[in-house]
């Protein structure tokens, strides 16, 4: 049958089917078409996968693990556990029904596919060969794209196949994975994945806004900024809401911007944020809170069929969190958190859904239960979930006290009220500012409002008008909602860097790459900085190597606060002084240069030597530099 005598709806299913196929197509020509974004792609990959560990850094990593190994076999239930302790005495697990659920689906979904692939890659080769064999690839990727980017394509390949060929014998040695860590392994391949693209994104939408330039600016600090890539390689969800969160500050900036002023752009935000759900429910319904006044605030319009669709997007894109909840608990919108928390012994099948469990920012439910009947279950579900997302905000609005913001934001030191005993003694946490000095940037961003008058109606006119306006106000939405949310849970032990604030990060990167003095530097001195940032990030690591040998991890991390505060404060004066004045470009260049050295030397000892001691390194070669370095 020709394609002209086909039906009409086959056409359609026909039509429908292709476009994920070439959707994908598309997006792979877009990567392999723009240069730096591959090159950034890779080259994040490259570094998160020199310090990755296969093994468990927090205990209830192994709940997400059986997650993603049951999913795997059909099973939304994790007994039988196939990961971990066999006492099942393990943090993150649920009892619903006399079974075992875990929690985060969403990302142990996104990782079922690479733990297919590896189980069946293992019964061909052995996975630390193939792991080996693909960072080289991902090193000798991103040395060609570097290459390319700056004209030197001849360098860039030469220099980068011997460098590949070298680290790939490196790496031939040491013992196989166990075939049960895969689904560990799957799970962390996936947060390195979510931060690599994370940094990409963050380039895609500065590039849009101020040229490639403060593009590359913005995805390099974005990847090197310490929450993240401290958490990149570690199986938790913050890499990936963090990605869920950036995709849809760019898709609400396209959807405002001339040519790209489509419905399907705007169905983006409300997409991820639907997603975010399946992965964090709490994150999930904060982003959304950001999202939906703003959106509605400054879109072009709003007619009825526009909002039809903006629901029916997020609807199919909330079907699989829906549906896993209905699964378990019969119940569609009452999310894994708010499920009865499993504890050793009590698995009896008396437990309820809507028995206390955890609530999204670390209290219960207070044991409400759900109504009987479908709908009343349902509507019950959503009301609990509401009054524990609003009770929590407003929890966090009373939490801001000068105290605790200072141990969260700037310094940690012995902060009072930390369980300390929990992290061996050692005082490793660390604060926003401490661990991502580039944030402090914004610390000088009132300077660039002085003598500006106060907001009037056409002011807020302008905003709604304005893409990249309309856009900072979304981003500085979310940053308040998901700080005032997880804000009375913090400071904490085993946050080390904010990790519950990752997703707000490159947030605040985007906002420091808005500065004019930042655009100056990337326009007028970009390879300054890069030169400066490479010499300053191996004088860095050598010092600090030499400098912290024989200490213990809490004195290390303690000492890398103090260098990055002053790196930080440093950086915020700069930008202070460049608002007021006509500042040389090359002393910000300088500057920056110091901040993203501080930031790399920070997360390579962390991951290499703070933490690796007795880890599973997937490289040999990190476990070789691990050797090398005097630290401990």
Request: contains cysteine; positive net charge; aromatic residues 6%.
């Amino acid at each position: 049958m020709s394609h002209a005598r086909r039906p009409a709806v086959v056409r359609r299913v026909l039509a429908a089917a292709r476009r994920p196929l070439t959707a994908w197509r598309r997006g792979l020509a877009a990567l392999q078409a723009d240069r730096p974004a591959t090159a950034l792609f890779l080259g994040s990959v490259a570094f998160y996968g020199l310090y990755l560990r296969v093994d468990v850094f927090i205990v209830d990593t192994f709940a997400v693990a059986n997650t993603a190994s049951a999913l795997a076999g059909g099973r939304l239930a994790v007994d039988p556990l196939a990961f971990g302790p066999s006492d099942v005495r393990l943090p993150g697990l649920h009892a619903v029904d006399g079974r075992l659920y875990g929690r985060n689906y969403g990302h142990a979904a996104a990782a079922v596919p690479l733990l297919w692939a590896l189980r069946a890659l293992s019964a061909a080769v052995e996975i630390r060969v193939l792991l080996a064999g693909l960072w080289s690839l991902c090193v000798l990727g991103a040395a060609v794209q570097v290459g390319r980017v700056v004209g030197r394509e001849r360098v860039g390949s030469l220099a980068g196949s011997a460098l590949a060929l070298a680290l790939l014998g490196a790496n031939l040695g040491g013992r196989g994975l166990p075939r049960e860590s895969l689904s560990l392994l799957s799970l962390q391949l996936t947060t390195v994945l979510a931060a690599a693209l994370l940094a990409v994104v963050a380039y895609r939408l500065l590039r849009a806004l101020h040229g490639r330039r403060v593009g590359v600016l913005a995805g390099v600090t974005t990847a090197v900024a310490g929450p993240v890539g401290f958490w990149a390689p570690i199986p938790k969800r913050h890499a990936v809401t963090a990605l869920l969160a950036m995709v849809a500050l760019y898709g609400f900036y396209r959807a405002r911007t001339g040519a790209d002023r489509r419905v399907r752009h705007r169905a983006i935000p409300y997409a991820a944020a639907a997603l975010t759900a399946w992965v964090s429910a709490p994150e999930g319904l904060a982003l959304l809170a950001a999202l939906g006044p703003v959106d509605l605030l400054t879109a072009r319009e709003n007619r009825p069929r526009t909002l039809a669709l903006l629901g029916g997007a997020f609807l199919l894109a909330l079907a699989p969190f829906l549906l896993t909840n209905a699964a378990v608990s019969g119940n569609p919108l009452l999310p894994p958190r708010m499920w009865p928390d499993y504890a050793a012994g009590t698995l009896d099948g008396g437990s309820t859904p809507g028995a206390a469990g955890t609530a999204p920012g670390g209290g219960t439910t207070g044991g409400r239960t759900a109504p009987p009947g479908a709908l009343a279950a349902t509507i019950g579900g959503a009301g609990t979930a509401l009054d524990v997302f609003l009770a929590q905000l407003d929890r966090g609005v009373r939490a801001l006290e000068p105290r605790r913001l200072f141990h969260v934001l700037v310094r940690s030191g012995r902060i009072p009220g930390v369980d300390y005993a929990r992290t061996g003694g050692y005082t490793v946490e660390l604060a926003l500012i401490e661990a991502a000095p580039v944030v402090a940037g914004l610390l000088a961003a009132p300077v660039a409002l002085c003598g500006r008058r106060l907001p009037s109606r056409a002011a807020f006119g302008r905003v709604r008008r304005d893409p990249i306006r309309a856009t900072d106000l979304f981003a500085a939405a979310y940053v308040a909602v998901l700080g005032l949310l997880y804000l009375p849970r913090l400071p904490l032990h085993s946050t080390i860097t904010v990790r519950y604030l990752v997703p707000v990060v490159p947030f605040l990167v985007y906002g420091v790459c808005r500065l004019e003095p930042v655009h100056r530097v990337a326009e007028r001195e970009g390879e300054r900085l890069a030169a400066l940032a490479v010499a300053a990030t191996v004088g860095g690591v050598a010092l600090a190597a030499v400098a912290l040998a024989g200490v213990d991890p809490g004195t290390a991390m303690q000492a890398h606060a103090v260098a990055n505060l002053a790196v930080a404060g440093l950086f915020a004066a700069w930008l202070a002084a460049a608002l007021a004045t006509d500042l040389d470009a090359r002393v910000g260049a300088a500057v920056l240069a110091l901040v993203l050295a501080a930031s790399v030397a920070f997360l390579l000892l962390s991951g290499i030597e703070y933490f690796g001691q007795g880890r599973g390194f997937a490289l040999p070669v990190a476990r070789s530099l691990e050797r090398l370095f005097p630290v401990r």
